[in-house]
């Protein structure tokens, strides 16, 4: 039977068994500070069993997508070196909430695995509890008598059924809640040779790599108070898991998960990338085994989690991630001899096998392809680093033991595990202390935990059938009570969590941050310091408890919501902007709303250009001015939704009713808050564009008044550097009541100002001026201002052209008087204070109309720059055959320039006004 066969199959059982059949959670959890990652199929139901939540189905069955490898299960070592044991792995589930009981979770099991699967019954063991004196706990005799009744009636014997500890068969969800004994299913799938020479019953529960649990039932009748003891829950439950790829390998016929369909793709294709061959051994020191093995598994546990959104990272869940992965990276480098990438290339492999049951992996391929390759560059130059610095410790090393601090710094720093190490180690024949090792990890283990830790006593339940609800979509302020409290330490402080029948507190959730605000109870504030989810429950931190917490208050919000809005709804404006400009490739991969700004991280592959980000600006900008209202589907069916086009997520969590925020065409599933109309963002500016990681970008941006005061900044700036003493009063109070009325103005600004450079040197009038209409243009400033500005330029130009006119004959009359005469020529030569070039022109041609028989050289500095000007009269020009052009392309060499022109008139630039003088006088030479 094919996997994929097989889960079907079980889902269909239980589905005939009136199981409502639901979709699995996302691996990566985020609404529960106990808890990273989903390490079993109870965990999106934690709220029921804990009647925190209503409950909607009394039967259910899934496959639920887990991972463990963190906390209470971790079974990270495991893998690899065993066939039965993954980092990520399918659990089977059926659940009973208050419904059935062991009896037909018992039978059911039974009638699964016998007769539709069709195991040998022969291979069959169950294991239940045996009871614990100091839990006060007796052995489980309904259980027993129940396997008991089966294999009597299928004339088996009793001693398959045996007896475990509490270690072994009774579930606890964690340090206090609901918890009860179990009954496991194990198979043994050994030859009879074997089976012949040990008998099954002594190998359940001995870590046979061949006799292994495929299944537990759990029977949870009891909850564990913090002081240990145990009460007897209202109504009972059963949830039960089954290893999905361990079902796989006992109906494929196998003896090991790596085996099966699930996993044999993946190997094939890393023996074709590595040239090595999977020798199908159990022995674990065939290490190259070992290495494909752990690859196969590893990468599996990482896209899926980069598909449920989880990126490798330097903290928390995303550290875990890359912890694996780079796992996976050091085994292909140590025994595969994989120098370069490749892993990232088993991604395809995975996508096209699991890509049916799981769109996820399809629709991200490229992202996830991209993540994993960049990790892998980035670790193998690292690992390169460590064996560096391994070899040189080597090298002056006093004798041939390996520091445990040392190795542990390679363990800390360069992600080297203790095996790699001692493996080098060995390899030049070196010890590794490992002692000393271990204390070095312990120490910071205890460090970690020291600094995680958080110690919660048990709630104290005021008012025992008040279920809280939230109403913070309507309100700010809310008339309530307490329905539950505790105390919790966390990081040595020591906080209270209040539970509210009634809270307008919004809970950190899908980027948005959790409102503050305080409890007032007539005689004394109560400081709310955060809300946030703990599954479906809205805790509200306070550092004390109010002194009359049995009777009603009122709570009241009071951070600024209603910017906070404004960024969560231009966040999803932004988001349908750069599907529309960028493509329908950008996902959403993490954001974070509060009342300063919106920060966005979204999945794309190149950096952003200024015209694109123009354009989104743009495109959130128009509509916010198009009045886009609010339209709040509170409780709409997924299905609804679904059919409407809403944007869902990968890695999150649905529930079968949705709240759906639509602006006209953007339709997105949030539980936010958000505007009651698209116009009261006011404005929309990008700040920052960047990348976070290998194929993510980031993009940072305000609204509102947070956009105004960023604007007015710029145009302080401005101000400051062009218009002081410059700009007419009149401007400068349109700018000064631009600035006032910033927030009705700003929403004709859209453009980016964000490289304005008004320091350039030299900066004349003129040039002040026109750099400040450009900047203003850029800014988008008032029309009004601009063209103020525009008449003070032509005022400036028209001022300067009449002052030089009149500069132009006062030197014309000065230069009348200062006729020479040399060798019969008339000479002028001088070197003149007129800044404008038509000028000076103009100036040349009347002299030269006035004076016959000129010979005229003028000098000048025009724009800071030399110009020189040289007429010859036309009569001097034939017979003394004197070229002004030819003369002028001499002399101007003086002034490090060149020109040219006609035999009587000639002009030219140049570089050096220092030369003027100089030119003036080579130009003379050729009369003299
Ligand atoms: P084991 O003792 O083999 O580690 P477990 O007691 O940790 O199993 P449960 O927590 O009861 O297992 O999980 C239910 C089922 O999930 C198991 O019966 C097994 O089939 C499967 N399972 C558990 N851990 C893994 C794993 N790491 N990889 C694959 N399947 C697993
Ligand atoms: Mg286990």
């Known amino acids: 039977m094919k996997s994929a066969q097989i889960r079907q199959t079980f889902l269909d059982f239980f589905k005939e068994k009136q199981h409502e059949v639901v979709s699995s959670a996302p691996m990566v959890i985020k609404n529960d500070p106990t808890l990273m990652f989903t390490n079993a199929g109870m965990n999106q139901f934690k709220d029921l069993f804990l009647g925190n939540s209503e409950i909607k189905y009394a039967r259910i069955a899934d496959s639920q997508k887990c991972l463990r490898v963190s906390g209470k299960h971790n079974d990270l070592e495991e893998v690899g070196v065993d066939t039965y044991h993954h980092t990520m792995f399918e659990m089977l589930g059926n659940w009973s909430f208050g419904n059935y009981f062991k009896k037909e979770a018992i039978e059911w099991a039974w009638e699964l695995l016998v007769d539709v699967y069709k195991i040998d019954k022969d291979r069959l063991y169950f294991t239940v509890f045996e009871g614990d004196e100091q839990d006060g706990t007796e052995m489980d005799e309904d259980a027993y008598n129940l396997w008991k009744a089966i294999l009597e009636k299928n004339n088996l014997p009793l001693y398959k059924i045996l007896k475990a500890n509490k270690k072994d068969n009774f579930w606890e969800m964690g340090d206090t809640g609901p918890c009860g004994p179990c009954s496991e299913i194990h198979v043994d799938l050994r030859n009879d040779d074997e089976i012949a020479k040990i008998p099954g019953r002594e190998l359940v529960n001995a870590d046979h790599p061949q006799v292994v649990e495929i299944w537990n039932l759990v029977f949870m009748e009891f909850n564990r108070m913090a002081n240990g003891e145990l009460k007897s829950l209202p109504a009972k439950h059963v949830d039960t898991g089954m290893g999905f790829e361990r079902l796989a390998m006992v109906l494929q016929g196998k003896q090991s998960n790596y085996d099966t369909d699930v996993f044999m793709p993946t190997i094939d294709k890393i023996s074709q990338l590595t040239g090595v061959k999977y020798q199908n051994t159990l022995d674990v020191s065939v290490k190259t085994d070992v290495a494909i093995r752990v690859i196969a598994d590893h990468v599996r546990a990482v896209t899926f989690s980069i598909a449920d959104g989880q990126l490798p990272s330097n903290t928390g869940a995303g550290y875990v991630i890359r912890r694996i992965l780079r796992r996976a990276i050091r085994y292909g480098y140590s025994f595969l001899d994989q120098k370069e990438p490749f892993i990232n290339e088993l991604v395809s492999v995975l996508a096209k096998q699991m890509g049916e049951a799981f769109p996820e992996l399809l629709a991200q391929q490229e992202l996830i392809t991209k993540v994993i390759r ?11 680093k460590g064996i560096h610095r391994f070899e040189n410790y080597l090298a002056t090393a006093n004798d041939k033991t390996v520091d445990g601090e040392f190795a542990f710094e390679l363990y800390d720093t360069f992600g080297f595990p203790i095996d790699l190490t001692e493996l080098m180690a060995t390899e030049n024949n070196f010890d590794v202390d490992m002692p000393g090792f271990i204390v070095a990890l312990d120490k910071q283990k205890e460090r970690s935990r020291a600094a995680g830790k958080i110690e919660a006593d048990d709630w104290v339940v005021l008012r025992e059938d008040d279920v809280e609800e939230f109403i913070g979509y309507d309100y700010t302020e809310a008339d309530t009570y307490l329905t539950k ?58 550092k004390e408890l109010p002194k009359d917490y049995y009777t009603k208050f009122k709570i009241v919000v009071s951070n600024d919501r209603n910017l906070t809005a404004c960024n969560h709804s231009a966040t999803h404006l932004m988001h349908q902007a750069l599907r529309e400009i960028l493509g329908t490739h950008v996902e959403q991969k993490g954001s974070l709303v509060n009342a300063e700004y919106l920060r966005f991280d979204f999945s794309h592959f190149e950096k952003l250009n200024d015209e694109q980000l123009q354009q989104i600006e743009d495109f959130v900008n128009e509509k916010i001015q198009a009045n886009i209202p609010l339209n709040e589907h509170r409780e709409i069916p997924i299905t609804k939704a679904e059919e409407a086009g809403a944007m869902m997520l990968f890695g999150e969590k649905y529930g079968d009713v949705v709240r759906m925020i639509e602006f006209g065409d953007s339709k997105e599933l949030c ?35 947070g956009a105004g005061n960023w604007l007015k900044e710029k145009v302080d700036i401005i101000a400051e550097n062009n218009l002081t003493g410059l700009i007419p009063l009149e401007i400068k109070n349109q700018v000064e009541e631009f600035k006032n009325n910033l927030m009705d103005e700003c929403l004709k600004v859209s453009n980016d100002c964000k490289d304005i450079d008004l320091k350039s040197p030299g900066v004349s009038q003129l040039d002040a001026i026109t750099n400040a209409i450009n900047e203003f243009t850029k800014i988008k400033l008032p029309q009004n201002i601009i063209e103020g500005l525009n008449t003070k330029k032509k005022e400036i130009l028209k001022a300067a052209e009449e002052g030089n006119k009149e500069k132009a004959s006062q030197i014309k009359d000065e230069l009348l008087g200062k006729v020479e005469v040399v060798n019969g020529v008339n000479v002028i030569a001088q070197k003149i204070d007129l800044d404008d070039s038509a000028a000076i022109k103009d100036l040349a041609f009347q002299l030269k109309g006035q004076i016959d028989n000129l010979f005229m050289v003028l000098g000048a500095e025009v724009n800071g720059k030399p110009n020189l000007t040289i007429v010859v009269s036309e009569e001097l020009s034939k017979t003394k055959n004197l070229h002004a052009g030819n003369i002028i392309r001499e002399a101007a060499k003086e002034m490090r320039g060149g020109g040219g022109g006609q035999p009587f008139y000639a002009t030219a630039g140049g570089s050096n006004v220092e030369g003027i003088q100089a030119a003036i006088a080579k130009a003379l030479s050729f009369i003299a």
Do not use: C
């Not at 670790?379 to 390169?384: C, G, H, I, K, P």
């Not at 698209?678 to 993510?696: C, D, N, R, Y």
């Open 374 to 384: 960049e990790e892998e560059d980035s670790f193998l130059r690292t690992l390169e």
């Open 671 to 705: 539980g936010g808050i958000h505007v009651d109309n698209t116009s009261e963002i006011k404005l929309f500016k990008i700040k920052s564009e960047g990348s976070v990681a290998a194929g993510i970008r980031r993009i940072e941006a305000l609204t509102n008044i």
């Open 485 to 542: 409290y505790r105390r919790i330490v966390a990081k040595g402080e020591e906080f209270y969590q209040l539970v509210f029948r009634l809270t307008p507190f919004y809970p950190e959730g899908g980027g948005q941050v959790g409102d503050t605000g305080y409890i007032d109870n007539g005689f004394e504030k109560v400081e709310i310091l955060d809300t946030k989810k703990e599954n479906n429950l809205i805790i509200h931190f306070v």
